[in-house]
């Protein structure tokens, strides 16, 4: 058996979890209590967050770390640290004068409109305190609109003073003057991220006093730190998560080193190239825009992202965390980092965040309302683009081991427990996020509006007991799902580079279609398709293959994407371009070189290298865009090694992958809410399915690749309950899938020989309805007893005070209790007791039970006897110790705070009702 599976089964798996724990200045003994909590939840670590607190890197928090660390040493736990006073990092605690060195500084630029011939013209320069001139640039305009120039010429020479002398041929012309300034709309007392120095002085103010307090326990008590949504931040919000290269009024993010590589590269054309970053000059722009965005992301992931994780790597612990992903916002300016990649290259895991009702089941093909319910947020990228995008680094980068970290379940409002959270965990894991921060704990008094929901809230959240189940089945799933290497044949190309030139589909749009025809994927940048060595028509990509490479559909790509695929092509490597082929744009940057560094790490082998060259003497973007012109008036099915879907036809995409690629799994039925996620060991494979439809079940017989109907080595492990069972079959011996709405099972495939769970006969016996003739009983949350044990209708009446009951409780059969009159602020738990007769020898001696709906969390008992608990669809189990003649089934349902503390985040998400529903039916057997 595969060694991980049998850590689990021991319970001796690792810990993947490390919650923040919000800091305002407790006291030590809350401090601890809180500790503890954690520990008892099953979880090994903490990330400490600063954010409340008072004191950041002062007496204050020196003192209140003391207590954690001290307290983690005694627990065997790991203490990582957010990074910064306030978000987003590079705060710098507050350290960052305005307009000092290590402030951010903007590129900017205005323009002026001439009509001509006139001589003896000139025009003013504008420039602020601190401002410095770039030069300026005159253009012809070519039509009414604005920003669409030719001729671009630099008249930077002409300057004199304050002034530029130039006389003005004829036509409508732009003069642009390019600048620099301290003057912007980024946050104020922020450092420059592209900036080495800026982010040493970070580094020397945050980072270097952790290290002389704890240097001992480096490395082991102290686990790392955690940078939270750094930016570029050249604007702080007015384009939104929209802040794309080439906004006539977006300053841009510039530095000393940025102006060293400008010159470098674009020599005497650097203010013409320049200019062209706001105006449109045609294929010059398109260039210009590419190449500067590539200089920024290589900027910022070196001095930022890949700086900290040096240091991190120096003083032996990690550097992890995540940047701002929304609906775009990874490939952009602004609030974003310009490229997902680089962003987070230097970091020892890859990270994301959900946070805010991002993910919500059921809304993956729709826009849909956000927190106040007036913005949107884009279903397709939170669904199909967000973990793919973030599990796909941690495959790919072999730094990060194979790990991705998510910030999970906050700020979700009071709305969320842990039927939520469990679906949120499946959704990721099966995508392939391995590493858990749930946000969060929280020190401060009950109740805490800052960002519910709260998960042990000093005792007071009632489904606090039950947080645990979940956190032990996150860190059994993700001891299963780390230190192997995942299979997926499509590598799916990232689309930051194919934005910045022009018109393009996001990644996200195709992963939604492969995702819905059960075909997995990784996102691959541009950059490491460099690194790829192709063999025997395969890609290999570090530890993984790839069968094929998908391209969403755009109007451009860069040079050395063209050739890269003419590469590809005559090493027999197929391409499938979701859409029209596109059109190289001519470019002297090399991506994979600068920042990557293939040629260094000896990736690409030695032809790869000599046809790349001659590809770059040949001219590759004509030779590519010749090819395309041909394939275009020759258009058929089969083009050799590239596929081009000229309509976006879904259907033809779908042929075109099963031509050239083996499913890794086939299901018969139709499923487009099943998701998988093939992870193999040396001595076994997990395959984790999860149907995340929130309504509809799947049923169907599935076909593995690689093994044939009737294999006997395997069997499915339950991570909640922590057990093995037998797998179904069909006739013709091909596996039987069930999943309810929500559920999740992993299959395990393991050596052959391997003694595993077979199926059992199984009679059936007795089936029971059990939706009447409950007594109930209440607890709210902040009671210790329950109180009542009457009858359905009788309990209605004694806890409303009313006359009346609703026609659930009247008739004695389950109702929603927080419907009813007078309960609509319960928040607690309720106990059901049901008496009921039975004979084991001719009713079965055991009994499966379906609770059916249940809001949200339950316990079963039996006759005195804990048997069960369900925090998640599908609300059933199988349960030994029935006797002969009265038992009595016990069952405790746990709502949500929300019925009391109907806070601001969840207004705009559905309440859902509270209590035991039902229908239940009890199903008695034999094995």
Known sequence: MEKRLQEVLRGEEGNYILPFFWQHGESEEKLREMMGAVQDSGIGAVCVESRPHPDFVGPGWWRDMDVIMDEARKRGMRVWVLDDAHFPSGYCNGRVEDKSIYSKRYLDHYTVDAVGPQAGTSFLISLEEGEELIGVVAAKRTGPEAGTLETPVDITEYVRGNAVYWDVPEGYWNVIVVKTTFS?????????????????????????????????????????????????????GEYGHNAVIGQPDMRLPWGEELDGMVKELWGTDSVIRLAALWSRFGDMTRQARYEYMN?????????????????????NVEYIGHVIEDCGTHARLGLGTGHFFKALWGQHMSGIDVVLQQIRPGYDRNEFYNIGGKGTYNGTFFHYGLAKMGA????????????????????????????????LTDHMLVRGINWFVPHAFTGGDFPDPDCPPHFYAWGNNPQYPWFSCLCRYMNRMSHLLNGGRHSAGIALLYTAEMEWLGAYQPFEETGRLLAENQLDYEVIPLGLLETSRISSGKMLVGKEEFETLVIPECAYIPEELAEWLLDAASEGFPVIFAGSLPTAVESGWREAERFYGWKNEGARTDKQDKMAGECLKKGSAAEWNHLVKVEEAHMSDDSGSFYSCACGEESRLLAYLDAVMERDIFCENTSPYLRYYHYKHQNGDFIFFFNEAPFLSVESVITLKGYAPGTENACWYDAFENRLGPVQRDNDGKIMLRLAPGEA????????????????????????????????????????????????????????????ASAGAASGRLYNITAAEGMEEFAGTIRYEADFMWDPDRDGEMLSIDFGVVYETLEVWLNGEKKAVRIAPPYSCSITGVVKGKNRLTVYVTNTLVHKYRDFFSVTMPVEGSGLLGPVRAKGYWE
């Not at 900290?308 to 003083?315: I, K, Q, S, T, Y």
């Not at 089936?767 to 409950?774: A, I, K, P, T």
Request: glycine share 12%; net charge neutral.
């Open 184 to 236: 912007g709309t980024g946050r104020k007392k922020y450092i420059n991220t592209v900036d080495a120095a800026a982010v040493r002085f970070f580094l020397d103010t945050v980072y270097e006093p952790h290290w002389n307090h704890y240097k001992e326990d480096f490395g082991s008590t102290f686990a790392g730190f955690f940078s939270d949504e750094p930016e570029l931040g050249n604007c702080s």
């Open 295 to 315: 200089m920024v992301t290589d900027l910022y992931g070196k001095n930022f992202c890949g700086q900290v994780g040096e240091w991190c790597d120096a003083h």
């Open 392 to 423: 796909s680094l941690g495959h790919l980068d072999p730094k990060k081991k194979g790990r991705t970290m998510c910030e999970v379940y906050g700020a979700y409002g009071w709305s969320e427990g842990l039927k939520l959270m469990k679906w």
């Open 745 to 804: 099972s992993v299959l395990y495939l393991g050596e052959p020989q391997e003694q595993l769970p077979r199926c059992k006969e199984v009679r059936r016996g007795r089936v029971m309805e059990l939706d009447d003739g409950w007594r109930l009983a209440f607890r709210s949350f902040k009671e210790k007893a329950f109180a009542g044990n009457r009858g359905l209708a009788e309990a209605y009446d004694e806890k409303s005070g009313k006359a009346g």
